[in-house]
C-alpha cells in the first residue's frame, strides 16, 4: 500500500463492519478509487447510513456475512476495530492471505501531520484530550482524532503539516497496522484487558507494541516508569526514550517532587511546572495522567506555559471521574469508563471520603480478587447489577463491606446507593465491567447514571 491514490484505483477492498471507523475508510477508499464492498451482520434498520453509502456508488451487504464475501481479487480487507479475528470472514482473509488492516494504517499514510499517539489500558482519553488542551494553550496547532474526535479517515485532506494530530487508539485498532508511523508514541500502562478478544496477554502487548514498531532514532516513546510491563519494553524500542512516574525521578521526562510536577529534559535541565495541589482533576491516576500528558506535549514542542496553564484549566473529559451532582450533602460521580478492575481501582483510591460503590456489568470472567483490599479500606456499601454482580457482590463481603444490595440496572442502583449514603459520602458509578450486557456503550451507562442523579436533585 502507497500514499498514492493512483495505488488504490481499480482495487477491490472489502471494509467489515459499519462503525464510525469503517465508515469513514469505505468513503475514503471509493474517493481514492477503489472497488468498496461494505459488509455488516446488523439488518438495514439498524445502519442508517448505509443508503447514504450506495448514493456514493459503494456495495453494502447487510444483514449477515455471506460466505462468497472474498470471492474474487480482494486486495484488502479494512475491518472495525471491534470485530475480533475468529469471525469467519476475517479468518478467511488470513487463511487466503489478504492483508486484515484497520482504517488507522489506510488513513495515516496519507496524513502528512505529524501524529502523536497514546495508548494503554486506562487513561487514554483523558491524557489524549489533556494533550490536545495543551499543545493549543501552548500556541500550537493541534487536532485531537482516533477514538475520539474524528477518525483519522475523515482528517485525509483536511490536516495540514503544520500541525500535529493527538490521536487516542486502543490495542484492537493497533493489532491493525502494518506501516503506522507515529513521531511520538506513549504507552501509559498495560493490565490484563480486553482478554476476550486478544485471548492472551501475550497477543494483548504485543498489540499495544505495534505502536513502535516503525520508529527510528529520531522519534519519542513515552513510558510509564512505574509499570513494570512498560519498564521492560524500552530496552527493545529503537526510538529515544521519555519516562513519567509519579513514584521516583526520571533521567528525562515528568516526575513528582516534593509536591510539584517536574519536567526533565534530555540534557539534564529541569522545569518546575505546578503543584500537584493545583491539578484541576482529582485522583492519583489524573496525576499519572497529567505527566504523562507534559512529556508527550513537550516532545511534540510545547512551550512551558501551554503546559502550565493546560495543567490548570483542563476540566476533563465525560464518564471519566466526572461529578454528576450533590444531594442531601452526598457527592455523586460518574466514573462509567472504569472497564476493567484496575480503573475502577484506580477511582476508589481517588477519594478520602466513605464511597458507595455502584458496579457490574458485562460477565468476562474477571474474578475482581484485586478489588478486596481496597473495598476493605474504602468502601461502606456496595450496589451490583449485571451479570458480574453476584460476583462482586461476593468480593464485598469477602472485604467485610456488610452493607450489599442487588440491583436489575443502573436507575435501582442510584436509588439503592442513595439510601446507603450518608452526608458527606461519595455515590461512585466505576463499574469495572464492560457495558454491554445491558448497555450499548459506557457513554449510556454513564449518561443514564447522570439523569438519576438529576432526578434525586430536582426532588431534593
Not at 469477602?398 to 446507593?417: F, N, P, Q, Y
Request: with cysteine; charged share 25%; proline share 5%.
Amino acid at each position: 500500500m502507497s500514499s498514492s491514490p493512483v495505488r488504490w484505483e481499480g482495487r477491490s477492498v472489502v471494509v467489515l463492519g459499519m462503525a464510525k471507523s469503517g465508515i469513514a475508510a469505505a468513503k475514503l477508499l471509493h474517493s481514492l478509487g477503489a472497488k468498496v464492498l461494505v459488509n455488516d451482520r446488523k439488518q438495514r434498520s439498524d445502519c442508517p447510513e448505509a443508503e447514504e453509502l450506495e448514493r456514493m456508488g459503494i456495495r453494502v451487504i447487510l444483514g449477515g456475512h455471506p460466505p462468497n464475501l472474498l470471492d474474487g481479487d480482494v486486495d484488502l480487507l479494512v475491518k472495525n476495530p471491534g470485530i475480533p479475528y475468529r469471525v469467519p470472514p476475517v479468518r478467511e482473509a488470513i487463511r487466503r492471505g489478504i492483508p486484515v488492516v484497520t482504517e488507522v494504517e489506510i488513513a495515516a499514510q496519507m496524513i502528512p501531520s505529524p501524529i502523536a499517539a497514546i495508548t494503554g489500558s486506562n487513561g487514554k482519553t483523558t491524557t489524549t484530550s489533556l494533550v490536545g488542551h495543551m499543545l493549543s494553550t501552548g500556541g500550537l496547532k493541534a487536532r485531537v482524532a482516533g477514538n475520539i474526535g474524528r477518525a483519522l479517515s475523515e482528517l485525509v485532506g483536511e490536516a495540514k503539516p503544520e500541525e500535529w494530530l493527538v490521536v487516542e487508539l486502543s490495542s484492537f485498532q493497533l493489532k491493525g497496522t502494518e506501516t503506522f508511523h507515529p513521531r511520538v508514541a506513549a504507552l501509559l500502562n498495560i493490565v490484563p484487558a480486553h482478554l476476550d478478544y486478544h485471548g492472551t496477554m501475550e497477543d494483548y502487548i504485543a498489540s499495544k507494541m505495534r505502536l513502535f514498531q516503525n520508529q527510528t532514532a529520531a522519534d519519542e516513546a513515552i513510558l510509564n516508569r512505574d509499570c513494570p510491563t512498560v519498564r521492560e519494553m524500552a530496552s527493545r524500542l529503537e526510538a529515544r526514550v521519555r519516562w513519567f512516574s509519579r513514584r521516583s525521578e526520571v533521567p528525562c521526562g515528568a516526575f513528582v517532587r516534593e509536591g510539584w510536577m517536574v519536567l526533565r529534559t534530555s540534557e539534564g535541565e529541569e522545569r518546575t511546572l505546578l503543584s500537584v495541589e493545583e491539578l484541576s482533576l482529582p485522583g492519583v491516576h489524573n496525576l499519572e495522567n497529567a505527566l504523562a500528558a507534559v512529556t508527550i506535549a513537550s516532545a511534540c514542542g510545547c512551550p512551558e506555559e501551554g503546559m502550565i496553564e493546560g495543567l490548570r484549566t483542563f476540566r476533563g473529559v465525560p464518564h471519566r471521574l466526572e461529578y454528576a451532582g450533590t444531594v442531601e450533602g452526598v457527592r455523586y460521580i460518574n466514573d462509567s469508563k472504569a472497564t476493567n478492575a484496575q480503573a475502577a481501582i484506580r477511582a476508589l483510591e481517588s477519594f478520602s471520603e466513605p464511597i458507595v460503590w455502584i458496579a457490574g456489568g458485562l460477565d468476562r470472567g474477571d474474578d475482581f480478587a484485586e478489588l478486596v483490599p481496597h473495598l476493605a479500606r474504602r468502601v461502606k456499601g456496595v450496589v451490583a447489577y449485571g451479570e458480574a454482580g453476584p460476583r462482586l457482590l461476593k468480593r464485598a463481603e469477602e472485604a467485610g463491606v456488610s452493607r450489599r444490595r442487588a440491583a436489575k440496572d443502573v436507575l435501582e442502583a442510584v436509588e439503592l446507593a442513595r439510601r446507603m449514603a450518608d452526608e458527606g459520602d461519595v455515590v461512585l458509578l466505576s463499574p469495572a465491567c464492560a457495558s454491554w450486557d445491558l448497555y450499548t456503550s459506557f457513554e449510556e451507562r454513564g449518561d443514564i447514571f447522570k439523569e438519576a442523579v438529576h432526578r434525586l436533585v430536582k426532588k431534593a
